[in-house]
């Protein structure tokens, strides 16, 4: 694609970055059969190949409308698109440049302001979160069945988390949300890993990994929380890099796909940050979803103590949600499914598996109706197949499926903790 940048960005980091994404896309349209919003619209402005005119226009110095807005925040970023794209148009890194322009040249109303500056301070905020989740179970009554549904009638007390007790240590994310909402999922992942002999421990002063901010266009806010991370984790890196008799934290383990893809993305956001720059590259690439530790685990022949002798676990048919972030973010496909039939249980097929359950972060909030529609689409795909449970990989998606289905939605984490416990009795 031929691009004529105009001069307010073409010499900056992002509009090269900008330019080299633009002239990589053909405009072949692969793209529309996978993209949600053009499945549900038909508009080819509510489509990938539409949104990226739209981009090139405003990156050109052409007049930024609200419609151009509303196209751009239609998006799911769920990058659908990127897996089906035979030029590797990084389309997902594009429309981050391109809303932070629109959302500069395009003021927002008041009550759409209001939301989002909440939404940035509320969700960040694990404990802030905490309180008020602990407040909506209090008026649960009076709260509407959609959200009742999806909100935990409590909190139950997980496991206990397994002494730090092996050689091999791991960091993990706590992440904001998930410790309120499912406190089970890490423990899980602790203790599935204590049994393949590595230890999962925690740094506590790091928390959300910014993407909510960075997706809500307040991008150097969400890049402040990315900076605090690496603060955390790095006196342990640093350990693992300097020292010859401490043990080597060998990996950051994400449990949430959706923080994964972006911790993932630090060193990519911050290559241009003089002062973290180089941590963000080295905390990229220690960075792994917990489905890839494990994959790594019995790929070298660390099993868990599952018994084989009975492949198929009665009334355990699962219906596996693969989240868009692992997908397509991470490009992590398949690696959930062989572990969970490794494990015995039974995997239904399920159709339309690409497409987003329309969580994708904030979107169930600020656009419901189309977030509603895909949420519709997808439980019914998941139930097709009559499953038990409903496992996923990524907190968000959890508590969404769960608000539009009465099968019970975990993740399959804690699934696989139960089952390989089972194998010691």
């Known amino acids: 694609m031929q691009t004529s940048l105009a001069d307010f960005i073409k010499n900056s980091p992002e509009g090269q970055e900008a330019e080299s994404i633009l002239r990589s896309c053909v405009h072949c349209g692969f793209c529309l059969a996978t993209c949600p919003t053009y499945q549900l619209l038909g508009d080819e402005l509510d489509s990938p190949r539409g949104r990226i005119y739209l981009m090139k226009q405003v990156m050109e110095g052409h007049p930024v409308t609200q ?12 990058r659908a698109c990127e897996t089906a794209c035979p030029s590797g148009v990084r389309y997902g890194r594009l429309v981050d440049i391109g809303r932070a322009i629109v959302e500069k040249e395009v003021p927002r109303g008041v009550v759409d302001r209001v939301k989002r500056y909440a939404l940035r301070r509320l969700l960040p905020n694990a404990s802030l979160f905490s309180s008020l989740l602990k407040l909506g179970q209090l008026f649960r009554p009076l709260l509407p069945n959609s959200l009742t549904r999806s909100l935990p009638e409590s909190t139950p007390n997980p496991n206990p988390w397994p002494p730090v007790r092996h050689t091999r240590t791991m960091l993990v994310l706590d992440g904001c ?13 602790a203790r599935v890993l204590d049994r393949l002999g590595i230890s999962l421990i925690k740094a506590m002063d790091a928390g959300c990994c910014g993407a909510v901010s960075y997706h809500l266009n307040a991008q150097q806010e969400g890049l402040d929380y990315m900076r605090r991370n690496i603060d955390a984790w790095w006196p342990y890196l640093e350990i693992a890099r300097d020292s010859a008799t401490e043990s080597a934290v060998e ?8 923080c ?6 630090y060193g990519h956001l911050l290559k241009d940050d003089p002062l973290y720059a180089q941590k963000a590259t080295r905390v990229s690439a220690l960075t792994r979803d917990i489905s890839e530790v494990i994959s790594a685990e019995f790929s070298q022949g660390n099993k868990l103590p599952t018994n084989h002798s009975s492949p198929i676990i009665p009334n355990q048919r699962l219906s596996f949600h693969s989240p868009c972030t692992l997908q397509h973010g991470m490009q992590i496909r398949g690696s959930v499914e062989k572990i969970l039939l490794d494990a015995g249980f039974d995997l239904a097929l399920v159709p339309d598996s690409h497409l987003c359950c329309g969580s994708a972060g904030t979107y169930s909030l600020l656009q419901p109706d189309l977030s509603h529609q895909l949420l519709t689409n997808k439980v019914k795909s998941l139930e097709s197949g009559q499953p038990n449970q409903i496992v ?9 499926i769960q ?19 089972m194998s010691y009795t």
């Open 177 to 189: 949300v998930q410790p309120s909402l499912s406190p089970g999922i890490n423990v899980a992942a």
């Open 392 to 400: 996923t990989a990524n907190i968000g998606c959890l508590t969404h």
């Open 251 to 258: 990996a950051i383990v994400m449990t949430a796909s959706g």
């Open 403 to 421: 608000g539009g289905t009465q099968i019970s939605v975990r993740h399959w984490i804690e699934v696989l903790d139960e089952r390989t416990e």
């Open 260 to 265: 994964g893809v972006t911790v993932k993305e």
């Open 67 to 78: 419609k151009t807005q509303l196209h751009l925040d239609r998006c799911l970023t769920c």
